[in-house]
């Protein structure tokens, strides 16, 4: 064992802290490192966060988009997709379904679609508190007023990945979009007092490992509740149909570095590592993912929410996948959570219901 890599995973362990090059250090290392560094993370996910695992129900409810990100599937100039909306009531009915099915937490996603304004969004919420379940919503960049109304109405959490800490190439990735307006709409969402989600992609074209370490430093500075860490899956109808995937070792790197870094945040075991590794989910939860979202999606939108090729298998009822992941979890003795599943920061078991 090379002393150094145990050195700094003690550190981590203890202090919840390392620099850049110590991260940096930890991500290069050899692969034969990765049993130590994954039992750290998982040990560092038992104390502080147990061994439940919080299951959210997903509504992807449209595609449509009005952004230019050079790796999602959805951009707007990508005419080979059938765009789709549900109405307010199929998504509340979605809600009312998974409700039924034993989910506490109901993600709202779309792409940027202004179509669902302030207003609508604002009244969806609210009847969805009414379901007794925590409201995430992942709408993307919104004005401050919008996200403040929607907190207003009940909203407790938003995602909104950062998803590079890069700034190059961030401006690279998002030719109509820049990163200070993300680092804003970040700030906005904190200081509305919401459970904040964010998170970042492995394996982009051009990042090296000190960005994918300035990611993981980017989301202990903005304290997140949650963080998303995926693998990039290049989409065929975007610029970057020819690049290269995230690799699964990479990502479950970063997932337990964010579990050492960020010991009390829910860490999603994501379905992009689910897609590229048929044991993506499995291996998350054993180093350092306490979360799992699962899509109950009506079946018929399922394969028109193509961010990246093969997301939604629309073979599984969510009745079906809920069952089959739930034995899942019985077979690696993690129970589900039966709690709403706040942060357990504290100011969040005392603030919000
Ligand atoms: N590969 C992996 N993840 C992607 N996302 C978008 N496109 C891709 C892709 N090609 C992720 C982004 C976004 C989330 C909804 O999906 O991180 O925030």
Request: hydrophobic share 40%.
């Amino acid at each position: 064992m090379n002393s150094r890599i145990q050195q700094i995973l003690d550190k981590a362990v203890d202090k919840n802290s390392l620099s850049k090059e110590e991260i940096i250090a930890v991500l290069l290392c050899e692969s034969s490192h990765n049993d130590v560094l994954f039992r750290a993370a998982d040990l560092v996910r038992k104390r502080h966060v147990g061994d439940a695992v919080h299951l959210r129900g997903i509504i992807e409810f449209s595609n449509y988009c009005r952004r230019h990100c050079s790796y999602c599937g959805l951009r707007c100039a990508n005419k080979d997709l059938q765009r789709y909306r549900m109405t307010p009531d199929a998504i509340y009915q979605a809600a009312l379904d998974a409700a039924a099915l034993g989910y506490r937490t109901i993600v709202l996603q779309s792409g940027e679609d202004l179509f669902f304004d302030a207003d609508t969004v604002a009244a969806l919420v609210r009847r969805l508190k009414k379901l007794g379940v925590a409201v995430t919503l992942s709408l993307g960049e919104r004005t401050y007023e919008e996200y403040r109304l929607w907190r207003k109405a009940g909203a407790d959490r938003y995602l909104l990945k950062h998803e590079t800490a890069d700034p190059v190439l961030y401006q690279k990735l998002h030719p109509d979009a820049n990163q200070a307006g993300r680092l804003d709409c970040l700030s906005w969402l904190r200081e509305l007092g919401y459970q904040v989600g964010s998170g970042c992609m492995v394996g982009l074209p051009g990042q090296t490992a000190e960005m994918l370490a300035a990611d993981l430093l980017l989301l202990k500075e903005l304290d997140v509740e949650m963080a998303g860490i995926g693998p990039f899956i290049p989409h065929p109808s975007t610029p970057l149909a020819e690049a290269a995937a995230g690799t699964a070792e990479m990502t479950l790197r970063m997932v337990a570095l964010a579990r050492l870094l960020l010991p009390l945040a829910h860490l999603p075991a994501t379905t992009a590592l689910a897609t590229i590794d048929g044991y993506g989910r499995t291996k998350a939860l054993s180093c350092g993912a306490n979360v799992v979202m699962l899509n109950v999606t009506p079946l018929e939108y399922r394969s028109m929410y193509e961010i990246y090729p093969n997301k939604n298998r629309a073979d599984s009822t969510p009745a079906a996948a809920r069952r089959q992941f739930e034995e899942l979890l019985a077979g690696l003795g993690r129970p589900v959570a039966e709690d709403v599943g706040h942060s357990p920061k504290s100011k969040f078991q005392r603030t919000v219901s």
